[in-house]
């Protein structure tokens, strides 16, 4: 090894330049372990001050960005500790090299330290490219913290491989052929783990998923807004500032409701329906259709159908029953009314889908339904534009002559009552 040979060289060279051409005896031992010391800690000073600054300002000017994440994980960091530690497991075993089992003792410590304290600047290298995967907007599209913990899982088995096998002074091949016996064991402890990370993998092939989306599933009682993809958990927000933890793989399993294309389309959609008292349907009177053009957006309506009623009535040939002639009801004019105060509302989205329609008569009426979609998918927003748009339905019905249906309340029943007793 490398290292071995570099402390050979080491060896003789302080052989060649020691008075007592041997490196044995207390008072060389300790004078050797100072100067490893001292040695270690100039190292440190200057990979510290010296490199660990360089590398920070040339990264600053290249791309500040990754800069930013690599010098808030502190990365280079990691490296200014790690310079030290190599001084050290080189010059020590040398300085005590004539203590057979305290040498090897502390080589294997100081081995050990090294590879902890690589294992920490690759984690730490990790956070920064999730941090900088985040910024760049790549997380909304990839699960890239599920990739990040998945290699931070395999490298911590990788250190815990290379870790007994530097306890046991065994290669670490080895120890990798004997993992084949252990992969049920495994596949059992990290079956949400396996599962997880399969499930990421589809989430993010196929974008059902991504960062703050508006995401609802009831079997889990999350309805909210997508905060951390992780490799086994989806953590939601929900609207009520509760927080719900999903597995990875329940999203592709089981159905769930994705709202974010409602709000990249920049509508929302208001499917409301008013109940209308079936007696109080009728046709409407030509005195009574007269006062309603006064509603300056019924009054092309009422122009153009008026013609059209008027010479289909003509070609009847004086005739003159009223079942056999068009007329207008009123809930034809209400719906023709509602049509076009949608087209003029500026809160309903003018390049969607527009329409009011009566659905299938129930016996709490006929449902008259308004179909459209608001210009803004901000849920407050959204409320408060549906709400104002039936205040006005229901307020401007009785001009109309319709009644919304209403089942009888306790109110209703003694104000009949009442009636009653004033006839008696």
Same mark, same amino acid.
């Given at each position: @090894?490398?290292?071995?040979?570099?402390?050979?060289?080491?060896?003789d060279?302080?052989?060649?330049?020691?008075?007592t051409g041997?490196?044995?005896?207390?008072? @060389?031992?300790?004078?050797l372990?100072v100067?490893?010391?001292?040695?270690?800690?100039?190292?440190? @000073?200057?990979?510290?001050?010296v490199?660990?600054?360089?590398?920070?300002?040339?990264?600053?000017?290249?791309?500040?960005?990754?800069a930013?994440c690599?010098?808030?994980?502190?990365?280079?960091?990691?490296?200014?500790?790690?310079?030290?530690?190599l001084?050290?497991?080189?010059f020590?075993?040398?300085?005590?090299?004539?203590?057979?089992?305290?040498?090897?003792?502390?080589?294997?410590?100081?081995?050990?330290?090294?590879?902890?304290?690589?294992?920490w600047?690759?984690?730490? #290298?990790?956070?920064?490219?999730?941090?900088?995967?985040?910024?760049?907007?790549?997380?909304?599209?990839?699960?890239?913290?599920?990739?990040?913990?998945? &290699?931070?899982?395999f490298? #911590? #088995?990788?250190?815990?491989?290379?870790?007994i096998?530097?306890?046991?002074? =065994?290669?670490? %091949? &080895?120890?990798?052929?004997?993992?084949?016996v252990?992969?049920?064991?495994?596949?059992?402890? #990290?079956?949400?783990?396996?599962?997880?990370?399969?499930?990421?993998?589809?989430?993010?092939?196929?974008?059902? %998923?991504?960062?703050?989306?508006?995401?609802?599933?009831?079997?889990?009682?999350a309805?909210?807004?997508?905060?951390?993809?992780s490799?086994?958990?989806?953590?939601?927000?929900?609207?009520?500032?509760?927080?719900?933890?999903?597995?990875a793989?329940?999203?592709?399993?089981?159905?769930?409701?994705?709202w974010?294309?409602?709000?990249?389309?920049?509508?929302r959609r208001?499917?409301?329906?008013?109940?209308?008292?079936v007696?109080?349907?009728r046709?409407?009177?030509?005195?009574?259709?007269?006062?309603?053009t006064?509603?300056?957006?019924?009054?092309?309506?009422?122009?153009?159908?008026s013609?059209?009623?008027?010479?289909?009535?003509q070609?009847?040939?004086?005739?003159?029953?009223?079942?056999?002639?068009?007329?207008f009801?009123? &809930?034809?004019?209400f719906?023709?009314?509602?049509?076009?105060?949608?087209?003029?509302?500026k809160?309903?989205h003018?390049?969607?889908?527009? @329409?009011?329609? !009566?659905?299938?008569p129930?016996? =709490?009426?006929?449902?008259?339904?308004?179909?459209?979609?608001t210009n803004?998918?901000?849920?407050?927003?959204?409320?408060?534009?549906?709400?104002?748009?039936?205040?006005?339905?229901?307020? &401007?019905?009785?001009?109309?002559?319709?009644?919304?249906? !209403?089942?009888?309340?306790?109110?209703?029943?003694?104000?009949?009552?009442?009636?009653?007793?004033?006839?008696?």
């Amino acid at each position: @090894m490398i290292e071995h040979h570099f402390r050979n060289f080491v060896s003789d060279k302080l052989n060649t330049y020691m008075s007592t051409g041997e490196l044995d005896g207390g008072t @060389m031992t300790l004078v050797l372990i100072v100067i490893s010391l001292a040695i270690a800690l100039i190292c440190f @000073m200057v990979a510290h001050h010296v490199f660990v600054r360089f590398f920070n300002h040339i990264l600053l000017k290249t791309n500040k960005p990754l800069a930013e994440c690599v010098t808030n994980n502190r990365v280079f960091e990691k490296l200014s500790i790690l310079t030290p530690l190599l001084v050290l497991n080189i010059f020590i075993p040398i300085a005590i090299s004539h203590y057979d089992i305290l040498s090897t003792v502390i080589d294997r410590v100081l081995a050990i330290l090294i590879l902890l304290v690589i294992l920490w600047m690759v984690y730490c #290298f990790l956070d920064a490219v999730n941090d900088l995967a985040t910024y760049k907007g790549i997380t909304r599209r990839m699960p890239i913290k599920s990739f990040v913990q998945l &290699i931070k899982l395999f490298t #911590f #088995f990788i250190g815990v491989i290379v870790t007994i096998s530097i306890l046991a002074n =065994e290669a670490p %091949v &080895i120890l990798f052929s004997g993992l084949g016996v252990a992969t049920g064991f495994v596949m059992l402890v #990290f079956k949400d783990t396996i599962l997880g990370f399969v499930a990421g993998i589809q989430l993010s092939a196929n974008r059902m %998923v991504s960062l703050n989306d508006w995401i609802q599933m009831d079997s889990y009682g999350a309805n909210g807004t997508v905060e951390e993809i992780s490799l086994t958990t989806i953590k939601v927000r929900n609207f009520d500032n509760t927080v719900s933890m999903l597995p990875a793989y329940a999203l592709v399993q089981n159905a769930f409701i994705n709202w974010q294309g409602m709000s990249d389309s920049g509508g929302r959609r208001i499917t409301r329906s008013v109940n209308l008292d079936v007696t109080s349907i009728r046709f409407v009177s030509k005195e009574e259709v007269e006062e309603l053009t006064k509603l300056r957006l019924l009054r092309q309506y009422i122009f153009e159908k008026s013609k059209e009623m008027d010479d289909y009535n003509q070609s009847l040939e004086q005739d003159d029953l009223e079942a056999n002639q068009r007329s207008f009801t009123n &809930i034809g004019l209400f719906r023709a009314y509602l049509n076009a105060y949608l087209h003029a509302n500026k809160d309903i989205h003018q390049y969607m889908l527009i @329409m009011v329609r !009566q659905l299938q008569p129930t016996p =709490e009426g006929i449902p008259l339904q308004i179909y459209g979609f608001t210009n803004t998918t901000d849920w407050g927003l959204y409320e408060g534009i549906q709400s104002d748009l039936f205040d006005h339905i229901y307020a &401007i019905m009785p001009q109309f002559g319709l009644r919304p249906f !209403q089942q009888l309340t306790g109110h209703d029943f003694a104000a009949s009552n009442d009636s009653l007793s004033s006839k008696i």
